[in-house]
T-cell receptor
Framework: DAGVIQSPRHEVTEMGQEVTLRCKPI?????LFWYRQTMMRGLELLIY????????DSGMPEDRFSAKMPNASFSTLKIQPSEPRDSAVYFC?????????????FGPGTRLTVL | TQLLEQSPQFLSIQEGENLTVYCNSS?????LQWYRQEPGEGPVLLVT?????EVKKLKRLTFQFGDARKDSSLHITAAQPGDTGLYLC?????????????FGKGTKLTVNP
């Protein structure tokens, strides 16, 4: 069975450019999470959707970041404009339901480098 | 400020040795999870502990949740090269009316043959 699919796997861009990361959750999962991982801060939750509705976006660093989930099988995380400090590995995860009782399955991540 | 502190940050041992890694906090968690992450991949859940004092075993791995539900440990017996990876702990908290997992920075384990 296909797990969580993320694209691209690697992205190198220049400061000021728009970056769009994509995620396809596991079919049937109704919760989707975007995380960011850096050496300095570890793995941090950016935003959490349940049934395509954003539930908690308190981890989104600033207005340059936005996330959408137009349907149950697709989500995007957009950074506009990008800055060098956005360089990190971005993970998407999905689960069958809310956080407390359900395992989160992580995708392979997108490694973003902003020059 | 990191809510969950993991120690040690790095650990390099020989095959066959035993080891313990720690996950500590001043906060109380509803539950605590341990993940293993390999290079180029996302974290994979190993175990969830829910009750204070709970001990769970997964083959050579033993997980313990502290009595006060503020800390946890992972003990590996007779480590093997296949145990190499980044071990992350994550605590479940309620913040701003919604639940979320907060992660430690991890312990990077290398088991040398």
């Amino acid at each position: 069975d296909a797990g969580v699919i993320q694209s691209p796997r690697h992205e190198v861009t220049e400061m000021g450019q728009e970056v769009t990361l994509r995620c396809k959750p596991i079919s049937g999962h109704n919760s989707l999470f975007w995380y960011r991982q850096t050496m300095m801060r570890g793995l941090e939750l950016l935003i959490y959707f349940n049934n395509n509705v954003p539930i908690d976006d308190s981890g989104m660093p600033e207005d340059r970041f936005s996330a959408k989930m137009p349907n149950a099988s697709f989500s995007t995380l957009k950074i506009q404009p990008s800055e060098p400090r956005d360089s990190a590995v971005y993970f998407c995860a999905s689960s069958l339901g809310r956080i407390r009782h359900n395992e989160q399955f992580f995708g392979p991540g997108t490694r973003l480098t902003v020059l | 400020t990191q809510l969950l502190e993991q120690s040690p940050q790095f650990l390099s041992i020989q095959e066959g040795e035993n080891l313990t890694v720690y996950c500590n906090s001043s906060s109380v968690f509803s539950s605590l999870q341990w993940y293993r992450q390999e290079p180029g991949e996302g974290p994979v859940l190993l175990v969830t502990v829910v009750t204070g004092g709970e001990v769970k075993k997964l083959k050579r791995l033993t997980f313990q949740f502290g009595d006060a539900r503020k800390d946890s440990s992972l003990h590996i017996t007779a480590a093997q090269p296949g145990d190499t990876g980044l071990y992350l702990c994550a605590g479940l908290i309620t913040q701003g009316g919604s639940e979320k997992l907060v992660f430690g920075k991890g312990t990077k384990l290398t088991v040398n043959p």
